[in-house]
């Protein structure tokens, strides 16, 4: 049986969205557009999901995206926003690295999406960028436009140049720190929205996040290395949970600190699910996926770490030219990642922090043969977070109102 074969057996190739919507289920609108400006990178991450990992769909892309299907794009963002009539929409401008679109391509997109929309709907626009380009030309340009800036840093100097290097070998670090003082200079630090760091086992959990915090970054968002149970992620272990034991020390230093440093997002939002609230990231919890992915020749695709998985995991068939978002909403590939409790595997559903895990990061959950209805491959690291998060969360508030604990 073909690749192709086999994955038409896969959940959720089968999900009948027919019945879902004759139950009540109806989509969750899209809400995050994001455009992938520029398809290549300057750099040569070797941990990449996009360039190093099963899907090299990058090879066949327009290394930019065409000022006609920037239009394109915007009508079709306009119409979603006024067909669910939302009042706001986050675009994120991505890659590869978008930056290498330009200063003046980059201008043309903001203003293009923004008048499109028009006065009734608030675009936050924000850029994720690994740093290197960040130079007094773009600042100026997203201090114009009020453009957010998120930039990619992997901890310290030793950290960061492990594996975030350029493909003939050489580190970044001192590049993006340079990029990372003229953002966080007086001019331009409120455009400053936070750091991505893909966390690596190899690298000082407490060292890797104080490095993190001399940049002042309002949030700091950690990331799993991507992987699967075909292909787990490095120093995996099917029995410990190193990653949970790497997590658990930055909680342990960011939630003991006299005063709060910065936002963690992945132990905020965790502490907001055990409080019972519900989930505003993808990565954890059970609140439905509002993302949509528009490669630079205009496709839609499906959220593009999913391009971690297997070759074509993230493709939907469907094109800007032809084609609305809503369209997308009803693929049984979006659908699944908008029902939540139906969408986990039998071993989720019985465990007792379901509601908080959420399952994990749905590309962590492929598992060939079987698809996505699996718990992820860090199943038993996020059960150790999110239990010792529990237990001290829980302490805290006994002691705050005189409980036992």
Not at 98 to 103: Q, R, S
Not at 196 to 225: H, I, K, N, Q
Not at 302 to 317: E, N, R
Not at 351 to 360: D, F, K, P, Q
Request: proline content about 5%.
């Amino acid at each position: 049986m073909g690749n192709n074969a086999r994955r038409e057996l896969e959940w959720p190739a089968g999900l009948d969205v027919g019945n879902l919507l004759e139950s009540g289920w109806r989509p969750t609108p899209f809400r995050q557009f994001i455009l992938k400006l520029h398809s290549r990178c300057n750099l040569a991450c070797d941990y990449c999901y996009v360039y190093e990992m099963a899907d090299q769909g990058w090879r066949g892309q327009p290394r930019r995206m065409s000022k006609a299907t920037i239009d394109r794009v915007a009508a079709r963002v306009a119409e979603h926003a006024e067909a669910h009539g939302m009042r706001n929409v986050e675009i994120v401008l991505h890659g590869g690295e978008p930056l290498l679109a330009g200063v003046e391509h980059t201008r043309y997109a903001v203003n293009r999406l923004r008048a499109e929309l028009g006065d009734g709907v608030t675009a936050t626009v924000r850029v994720q960028t690994n740093g290197v380009l960040l130079n007094e030309a773009f600042l100026r340009l997203f201090a114009e436009l009020d453009v957010r800036v998120g930039v990619s840093l992997d901890g310290d100097e030793e950290g960061h140049d492990r594996h975030r290097r350029r493909a003939q070998g050489t580190g970044t670090y001192a590049e993006v720190r340079a990029g990372l003082e003229r953002l966080t200079a007086p001019a331009y630090r409120h455009l400053f929205s936070g750091l991505l760091c893909t966390l690596d086992l190899a690298s000082d959990p407490v060292v890797t996040y104080e490095a993190l915090l001399r940049f002042g970054p309002p949030v700091v968002d950690f990331l799993l290395p991507h992987g699967n149970w075909d292909t787990p992620p490095p120093g995996w272990s099917r029995d410990g949970t190193p990653y949970g034991d790497w997590l658990v020390a930055v909680f342990d230093r960011w939630y003991q600190a006299p005063e709060q440093e910065t936002q963690v997002r992945l132990f905020s939002e965790i502490i907001r699910l055990l409080l019972g609230r519900p989930s505003r990231s993808e990565a954890i919890g059970l609140s439905p996926v509002a993302v949509v992915v528009v490669e630079t020749d205009g496709s839609i695709e499906q959220v593009d770490t999913l391009k971690s998985a297997y070759d074509g995991a993230t493709v939907t068939m469907l094109h800007v030219l032809r084609d609305s978002f809503d369209t997308a909403l009803f693929l049984p590939s979006v659908a699944a990642r908008q029902i939540g409790e139906q969408a986990l595997s039998a071993r989720c559903s019985s465990c007792a922090i379901a509601r908080v895990c959420g399952g994990g990061l749905y590309p962590h959950r492929y598992r060939s043969g079987a698809g996505f209805r699996n718990p992820s491959v860090y199943c038993r690291d996020l059960y150790r977070l999110i239990t010792h998060i529990r237990r001290l969360v829980a302490d805290d508030v006994a002691l705050l109102t005189g409980a036992p604990g």
